[in-house]
C-alpha cells in the first residue's frame, strides 16, 4: 500500500524542487532499489520512459512504484502527471512490468493513483 512506501520516500516530499523517483520490486513484491530518475524545476520534472526503467530493467525487476513530489503542496495529479503516468504504464506494459502506484508527495500529504482507483 502507498503507507507502506511512504518511508522509503519521504524524503522527496517537502523537497523545493519536483523529484521523480523509481522503486523496483521483485515478484514477491519486495523493494530491490529506490531510485531518483530526474529532478526538476519548480513545477515540473521531465520524465521519459527509457530513464525510468533502464535501471528497473537491470535490476530485473517484475514491478514498478512510481513517486514524485508536488512542491506547491497541492496533491492532486495535474493533466501531465496523468499523461505521463499513462506513457510510463504502457511502457511497463510492453516489458511485462507490474504498476503498482504512483505517488504523489507534499509536504501536506500523499496521493495514490491506486488508491483513487486510477491503476
Known amino acids: 500500500t502507498a503507507r507502506d512506501v511512504l518511508p522509503l520516500v519521504a524524503d522527496i516530499a517537502g523537497k523545493q524542487q519536483e523529484h521523480f523517483a523509481c522503486i ?45 513530489n508536488h512542491p506547491s503542496g497541492d496533491l492532486h495529479p495535474s493533466d501531465a502527471d496523468r499523461r505521463t503516468h499513462e506513457q510510463l504504464t504502457q511502457a511497463a506494459k510492453i516489458l511485462g512490468l507490474r504498476v503498482l502506484d504512483h505517488l504523489i508527495l507534499s509536504k501536506n500529504g500523499h496521493f495514490s493513483f491506486q488508491e483513487a482507483g486510477l491503476i
Open 24 to 68: 523496483s520490486l521483485n515478484g514477491a513484491n519486495e523493494v530491490i532499489e529506490k531510485r531518483t530518475v530526474t529532478i526538476g524545476l519548480l513545477d515540473q520534472s521531465p520524465v521519459h520512459p527509457r530513464e525510468v526503467f533502464a535501471d528497473v530493467i537491470a535490476d530485473r525487476a517484475a514491478a514498478v512504484i512510481f513517486v514524485h
